[in-house]
């Protein structure tokens, strides 16, 4: 049988989303082709992540050392270059982090595999795979096929795919005997924190995006009070980063970060689809003095009206509210 394999991404003790998000997707791909859905997990004392594992995949291979500890991607390497030649899985998804854009590439052409970066989507049709990128800052989703090969190689984009458990398998746990052999060229050193006020968007709940309709940094703090009020934190669209409004981590978007709260607030925003290509929002909703604003066309509740006047009102709504 034909194996997709997933590639557990952790840190600092938890498992990561994108880990369930490959997962996930990876689940519907096995059922579709008939594969078997393993979950790779490299690390040390890993017992309770491979206990979890096993709800998401039908079998979860584990390679345990204590120079798996932290990740470091020559030892990764080392490794998942063996298990591959080993299993030989005909897929194998790993996260487009930080840590599998270091890692897949250098491991695609140690093994000679096709490598598809940073995907939207993937498919796979008996040994045929496809898979989706988006091209030209975002405005056009490209279908990339591959060369026939007998294993690929795909690193998936985070938020494109749901990251709930979907704890509906009873995998098996398999302890492989791969240890890493002895590499000195990398070495970790420390997890840096980022630095004290920045925000992970990526995580919120609520976000209250604005845009350049606030037209001047000294009308921010009618957004941040609102945020606020909410408990929700601040996201922007690119001009706001441009004109130094808010920093980089705040923007949303092809060239910022994918977000997926369950409430999306966005206010004096256009609705590009630099933008909106960025929101995976349960509920968006917009205010824009522009009834035609393109937002509109993706916004479950919007209001037609000059932010000035809408947001002060709103908060006030909201204070009101949580003092009732
Ligand atoms: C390669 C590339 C990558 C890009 N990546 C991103 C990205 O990651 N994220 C991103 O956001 N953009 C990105 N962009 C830019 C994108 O194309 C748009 O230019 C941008 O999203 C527009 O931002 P905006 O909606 O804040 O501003 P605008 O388009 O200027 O829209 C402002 C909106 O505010 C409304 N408004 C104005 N005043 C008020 C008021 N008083 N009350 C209510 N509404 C008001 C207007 O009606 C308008 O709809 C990218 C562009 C390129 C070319």
Not at 115 to 126: A, K, M, P
Not at 151 to 174: C, H, N, W
Not at 246 to 275: D, N, R
Request: glycine share 8%.
């Amino acid at each position: 049988m034909s194996q997709i394999f997933v590639l557990a991404e952790h840190r600092k003790g938890s498992l990561r989303e994108i880990t369930w998000e490959m997962l996930n997707k990876g689940a519907e791909l096995a059922s579709r082709s008939g594969s078997e859905l393993v979950a790779v997990l490299l690390g040390n004392r890993m017992d309770s992540f491979a206990g979890e594992l096993a709800h998401g995949a039908d079998r979860v291979l584990v390679v345990e050392d204590e120079q798996l500890e932290n990740y470091n991607s020559e030892i990764y390497q080392n490794v998942l270059s063996r298990l591959l030649s080993e299993y030989e899985p005909v897929l194998t998804l790993i996260g487009h982090t930080a840590f599998g854009m270091d890692l897949a590439p250098s491991l695609a052409a140690e093994m000679g595999m096709p490598l598809s970066t940073d995907c939207i989507d993937v498919d796979l049709e008996g040994d045929k795979l496809t898979a989706t990128r988006q091209m030209y800052g975002g405005k056009v989703n490209a279908e990339v096929s591959f060369a026939p090969a007998k294993q690929y190689l795909v690193t998936l984009r985070s938020g494109m795919f749901p990251a709930e458990a979907a704890a509906t398998k009873d995998g098996k746990i398999e302890k492989s005997d791969f240890p890493p052999s002895a590499t000195d060229r990398k070495k970790f050193i420390e997890y840096l924190e980022a630095a004290i006020g920045a925000v992970d968007i990526t995580q919120a709940d609520v976000l209250v995006s604005v845009g350049q309709g606030i037209g001047d940094i000294k009308n921010m703090p009618l957004v941040e009070e609102l945020a606020s009020s909410l408990g929700a934190t601040l996201s922007c669209s690119r001009p706001v980063v441009d004109r130094k409004w808010l920093p980089k981590g705040h923007q949303v978007g092809t060239s910022g970060k994918t977000v997926k709260p369950k409430v999306y607030l966005a206010i004096g925003i256009s609705g590009a689809f630099q933008h909106v290509a960025g929101v995976k929002a349960s509920t968006i909703i917009a205010i824009n003095k522009d009834p035609k604003a393109p937002i509109f066309r993706v916004a479950d509740y919007g209001i037609v009206g000059d932010l000035f006047q809408v947001v002060p009102l709103l908060k006030d709504k909201v204070t009101a509210l949580k003092g009732s």
